[in-house]
């Protein structure tokens, strides 16, 4: 299964010569790993909607199902089911879709500008301490500028780490084409250039 795992200082470093598949796959990874997530979100409570709520004090568990929807600033979860976590890092949420719904959404505002990472799959795991996101199986990330498709990938794992500017997507998976597929938008330059 291809894996591609590239700090954002690594592709400044990395040559033309590398080769054409590399450098596609990387001027993706630049254009979303520059995705900052709204800064003010982590310190966020976070707040949730649910059909049905069990919670396991002990465990310091909820469990979340029918129709759930996650909140914390301006990220948000929808799922059929969520399980919330709290550990010594933070809160973490694992979502999972169902035979009726079953990918998960994922939406998140970048910070200082007009943009959005949205995903999708068929589990979503969020790590509010680390800043983590990880969508398994089916799954799509996209950037939206001033609500427009602008970059969209797909994989069947798709790791975002926002605290170490990291993006990771791997392909595979049964069925699929073994490959990441992805697209890029030229960024307008500053001054109309």
């Known amino acids: 299964m291809p894996t591609h795992h590239t700090p954002l200082g690594d592709f400044r470093r990395t040559s033309r010569h590398d080769g054409g598949l590399r450098y596609a796959v990387l001027a993706l990874l630049l254009v979303t790993a520059a995705a900052q997530a709204e800064r003010g979100d982590r310190t966020q409570p976070l707040q949730f909607d649910a059909g049905q709520v069990r919670i396991d004090g002990k465990r310091r568990v909820q469990l979340l199902s029918g129709g759930v929807e996650v909140n914390q600033g301006t990220m948000q979860i929808k799922a059929a089911q969520v399980?919330?976590?709290?550990?010594?890092?933070?809160?973490?949420?694992?979502?999972?879709?169902?035979?009726?719904?079953?990918?998960?959404?994922?939406?998140?505002?970048?910070?200082?500008?007009?943009?959005?990472?949205?995903?999708?799959?068929?589990?979503?795991?969020?790590?509010?301490?680390?800043?983590?996101?990880?969508?398994?199986?089916?799954?799509?990330?996209?950037?939206?500028?001033?609500?427009?498709?602008?970059?969209?990938?797909?994989?069947?794992?798709?790791?975002?780490?926002?605290?170490?500017?990291?993006?990771?997507?791997?392909?595979?998976?049964?069925?699929?084409?073994?490959?990441?597929?992805?697209?890029?938008?030229?960024?307008?330059?500053e001054g109309g250039r």
């Open 83 to 189: 399980e919330l976590r709290e550990t010594p890092q933070g809160q973490v949420a694992v979502a999972e879709g169902s035979a009726a719904a079953p990918l998960v959404q994922f939406r998140q505002k970048r910070d200082g500008v007009d943009e959005w990472i949205e995903g999708q799959a068929q589990r979503v795991e969020y790590d509010a301490g680390a800043q983590v996101v990880r969508l398994l199986q089916r799954a799509q990330v996209r950037l939206l500028r001033a609500g427009v498709l602008a970059d969209q990938v797909n994989g069947e794992l798709i790791v975002y780490d926002n605290a170490r500017d990291v993006f990771e997507v791997q392909g595979g998976g049964t069925g699929g084409s073994g490959r990441v597929r992805g697209t890029v938008t030229p960024r307008a330059s």
